[in-house]
């Protein structure tokens, strides 16, 4: 029987390896120089970044970055803290403003956000200023917090009736005396009065995308949405960034999601993909992002690369953004 033509030909006595081909069995490969829990402090310490030092690009103007999907249990705030955190520790000015009432975010950033703590519906509702409500994160250099309160829970029904109630967030960002290099707007998962105000005062929408087949039917009406409003109130307003998330490598249904996404949008669509880590899931319930939490996980590496395609994707294509 005939080998197949793409059998290689077995060596014979005479034949001299080649310089190109030959490996050595005495010379350990780097997977087997590093063991898995070297690779993973290695990974660590490129993470936290002890020495402080600027490693990501930092953006000539601020970039207001809405992270925005209707659909609940897509990543969105797991997806805005992790970012921040990563960003701030590699050199970047970043603000997180809470904007659901849940207050994940502020949960997550281990910011106090109970009944009585100055919040960001006092900016929307009473226009108390942005700096009197941003909290300092702590053990994260460069990073504030404008925590959300239950008490953000009815300004819904109070916007109904303030003047200009689709700018009232614009207004106070713009108004804030210190400069950032991104501000992440976390959304409420609908299409109400306070994500409306999140698209009034961005310049980037970035939609977190769950790689299962639910997550893609509530896209087109958010994109309606996203068109409206920059019809109508925010004409610089554009979806920049598609990250991908709880990726599960074993299915088939993850693998044809993506191709989806990617073919519908292109470039817009981040390289880096969240796989599903129990690690990202866990690190909440500690009061931390999964950055700080395990730093050598499968999920801090991917989000820590989601951030570095963000950061350079901002200086090689800049976008019209509020100084």
Known sequence: MAAPADTPPAAGYDD??????????????????????????????????PSGEVTMPRPERTRVMCVANQKGGVGKTTTTVNLAVALALHGNRVLVVDLDPQGNASTGLNV??????????????????LEEVAQAVEGIPNLWCVPATIDLAGAEIELVSVVARESRLARAIAAYPGHFDYVFIDCPPSLGLLTVNALVAAQEVLIPIQCEYYALEGLNQLIQNINLVRQH?????????????????????????????????????????????????????????????????????SYFEAAQEIAERGVMEPVSRNA
């Open 16 to 49: 001299e390896p080649t310089a190109s081909t030959y490996v050595s069995r005495e010379t350990p490969t780097r997977e087997e120089d590093d063991p898995p829990l070297a690779m993973e402090a290695m990974r660590a310490v490129q993470i936290l970044n």
């Open 112 to 129: 106090p956000h109970h009944t009585g703590v100055p919040d960001v519906y006092d900016c929307l509702i009473d226009s108390v200023p």
């Open 233 to 301: 109130l925010n004409p610089k307003l554009e979806v920049s960034t598609i990250l991908l998330t709880m990726y599960d490598r074993r299915t088939r249904l993850a693998d044809a999601v993506e191709q989806d996404v990617r073919n519908h949008f292109g470039d817009k669509v981040l390289q880096a993909v969240i796989p599903r880590n129990v690690r990202v899931s866990e690190a909440p319930s500690y009061g931390q992002s999964v950055m700080t939490y395990d730093p050598g996980s499968r999920g801090a590496t």
